[in-house]
C-alpha cells in the first residue's frame, strides 16, 4: 500500500504563489509517476500535472502550463506542486495521487493512490 499525505494549501490573493507538497510512505516512492488534480466545488475532478519515476518527464493541463511546476525528491519521497500567477479558478482541493504503471498518465481512473487532498483558495 502506499499512502499520500499533501499539505501546503491555503489562502492566497490572485496572482500570488504558494507550493503543496506531497510526501508517500509506503512503496518505493521513486518507481511512481505521480500526479496532481484538483476538483472545485461542484465541479469535477481534473488533471493538473505529472511527474515520472526520475522527474525527467513532466506534463501539465493547458489551463496551468506556464504558471504551475511539478517536481519531486526521491530523497525525501516527496512530490511537489509549485503555483505561480494563480488565478481565482485554480481554487480547488489539491490532491497528490501515484501510478506504478510505468508510464506517466493523465487520466483520474489510471491512478491507483490518492491522498486525501488540500485546500487552495485564491481571492481575487
Known amino acids: 500500500q502506499v499512502q499520500l499525505v499533501e499539505s501546503g494549501g491555503g489562502l492566497v490573493q490572485a496572482g500570488g504563489s504558494l507550493r503543496v507538497s506531497c510526501t508517500a510512505s509506503?512503496?518505493?516512492?521513486?518507481?511512481?509517476?505521480m500526479g496532481w488534480f484538483r476538483q472545485a466545488p461542484g465541479k469535477e475532478r481534473e488533471f493538473v500535472a505529472a511527474?515520472?519515476?526520475?522527474?525527467?518527464?513532466?506534463t501539465y493541463a493547458d489551463s496551468v502550463k506556464g504558471r504551475f511546476t511539478i517536481f519531486r525528491d526521491n530523497a525525501k519521497n516527496t512530490v511537489y506542486l509549485q503555483m505561480n500567477s494563480l488565478k481565482p479558478e485554480d481554487t480547488a482541493v489539491y490532491y497528490c495521487?501515484?501510478?506504478?504503471?510505468?508510464?506517466?498518465?493523465?487520466?483520474?481512473?489510471?491512478?491507483?493512490?490518492w491522498g486525501q487532498g488540500t485546500q487552495v483558495t485564491v481571492s481575487s
Open positions: 495521487a501515484a501510478d506504478y504503471g510505468g508510464r506517466v498518465v493523465r487520466t483520474l481512473d489510471r491512478y491507483d493512490y
Open positions: 509506503g512503496r518505493t516512492f521513486s518507481d511512481a509517476t
Open positions: 511527474i515520472n519515476w526520475s522527474g525527467v518527464i513532466t
